[in-house]
């Protein structure tokens, strides 16, 4: 029981001065106000879905709020995520899969990531048992079957075309950020030869120029083309549009986001490659220490939890954006082409492994022959899902609700 305040013979603070000194200023009742607002916010995901030119406003990173703190400076941040690939059980003879896209732990403040410790672990244990091939693949990119994270860059940017709709997230690829990086430097000196005090050319508050990324067509190829409009003005945020980026939520906050539903996913996901990879890594005792860590940093309060089941409310929340589909295909078949990759790669072989899954995955009516190219069949898939998007129903097993990547697939045509 609480000891009673006038008995505790306290002489020097009164129960007035207890009350005053908890009393909340003006500043931090506005800070906490937008705490909560961006914990309630939706983030929007912005994508090129379609063939044609997009005008885009990068918006620079907001301040923090807080007193004497000092922020990340620039518009965006960098972000290591993996999709997950989790074959569901008992799916018969067609095994269905389903796609989780966790982002490394260590960067959402764990003090270990699992699947770091783990591929660590199987490219040793791949080389003990002389097998460097597969330690190579395993030590590779996802898009290889192994399990390096992909590196991208997250930001806040406006659609001009669509200004109402306010604040998305885009992320671009490494290599498409380093097409705007060079581009903005390039124009960032001739403005500063004149001025050596200039912003940002696209991202500052009052003097950024619009940024174009026309997708087009090439061929039979999907090409970006990333351009800085400095023949317009400049695109000045307003002040409402100021006050919305303040009070999003902050990126890291969107990118960096580990529960406990991404831990329970990555442990089966992990537990499915030993046997794929045909080894023992998640008995050994260094990946069951590390387990046993990493369980111990996750809140008692997180009772989010991995399941099977699509239509489980978890599920649903957690649903990934960014799932396996038709234009992550495409986009990876374009980029081997420029790099020269042809089918009979090892990368080749590997993006037509995620094609046999993204077929089984939509059931879609589509054989893959040894005479069939990846272009071909990745014509033949967006044929067949144009067929269904205009008879087939949804299936029965598929959840209610929808995310924004599943109501735009049918617009995603390399055709």
């Known amino acids: 029981m609480q000891d009673n305040f006038e008995e505790r013979g306290v002489e020097t603070t009164s129960v007035e001065d207890l009350f005053l000194g908890l009393q909340e200023s003006y500043a931090e009742a506005q800070t906490r106000a937008q705490e909560e607002s961006r914990s309630f916010a939706k983030t929007e995901f912005f994508r090129?879905?379609?063939?044609?030119?997009?005008?885009?406003?990068?918006?620079p990173i907001a301040p923090d709020v807080q007193e004497g703190a000092v922020g990340r400076r620039g518009y965006e941040y960098p972000v290591r995520q993996l999709l997950m690939e989790l074959q569901r059980p008992n799916s018969g003879d067609k095994p269905q899969n389903t796609y989780v896209?966790?982002?490394?732990?260590?960067?959402?403040?764990?003090?270990?990531?699992?699947?770091?410790?783990?591929?660590?672990?199987?490219?040793?244990?791949?080389?003990?048992?002389?097998?460097?091939?597969?330690?190579?693949?395993i030590g590779g990119g996802s898009f290889g079957g192994g399990l390096k994270f992909n590196y991208g860059h997250a930001m806040y940017i406006i659609d001009l075309k669509e200004r109402t709709k306010g604040i998305q997230l885009l992320t671009l690829s490494h290599s498409q950020f380093k097409e705007l990086d060079e581009r903005k430097f390039k124009l960032w000196e001739k403005k500063i030869a004149k001025n050596p005090q200039h912003p940002c050319p696209i991202s500052s508050v009052y003097n950024a120029y619009p940024?174009?990324?026309?997708?087009?067509?090439?061929?039979?190829?999907?090409?970006?083309?990333?351009?800085?409009?400095?023949?317009?003005?400049?695109?000045?945020?307003?002040?409402?549009e100021m006050t919305m980026l303040v009070n999003a939520p902050r990126i890291p906050e969107v990118v960096c986001r580990y529960?406990?539903?991404?831990?329970?996913?990555?442990?089966?996901?992990l537990t499915q490659c030993d046997v794929r990879y045909g080894l023992q890594v998640m008995q050994s005792e260094e990946m069951t220490a590390a387990i046993e860590t990493f369980r111990a940093e996750i809140p008692k309060e997180d009772t989010s939890s991995f399941s099977f089941d699509k239509r489980s409310k978890e599920a649903r929340e957690n649903a990934d954006s960014n799932a396996l589909t038709i234009e992550s295909l495409c986009s990876r078949f374009e980029e081997l082409k420029a790099q020269g990759l042809g089918d009979r790669t090892e990368e080749g072989q590997e993006l037509r492994a995620a094609i046999r899954s993204f077929i089984e995955q939509e059931k879609l009516p589509v054989r893959?022959?040894?005479?069939?190219?990846?272009?071909?069949?990745?014509?033949?898939?967006?044929?067949?899902?144009?067929?269904?998007?205009?008879?087939?129903e949804?299936?029965?097993?598929?959840?209610?609700?929808?995310?924004?990547?599943?109501?735009?697939?049918?617009l995603r045509r390399r055709r």
């Not at 090439?218 to 400095?230: A, P, R």
């Not at 529960?259 to 996901?269: D, G, N, S, V, W």
Request: with cysteine.
């Open 259 to 269: 529960t406990r539903y991404h831990y329970e996913a990555t442990l089966e996901f």
């Open 394 to 410: 949804v299936p029965a097993e598929e959840p209610q609700t929808t995310t924004e990547q599943d109501e735009e697939a049918p």
């Open 368 to 392: 893959v022959t040894r005479s069939t190219t990846n272009d071909e069949l990745l014509d033949m898939i967006e044929d067949a899902l144009g067929d269904r998007a205009g008879n087939e």
């Open 48 to 59: 090129f879905d379609k063939l044609g030119t997009y005008r885009i406003r990068i918006l």
């Open 211 to 240: 940024v174009e990324v026309e997708k087009r067509k090439n061929g039979g190829k999907t090409e970006y083309y990333i351009s800085i409009d400095n023949e317009s003005d400049p695109e000045t945020l307003t002040r409402e």
């Open 101 to 137: 896209t966790v982002c490394r732990a260590t960067d959402a403040g764990h003090t270990l990531d699992l699947i770091d410790t783990y591929r660590l672990l199987a490219v040793e244990a791949a080389k003990v048992s002389g097998d460097e091939k597969l330690a190579e693949k």
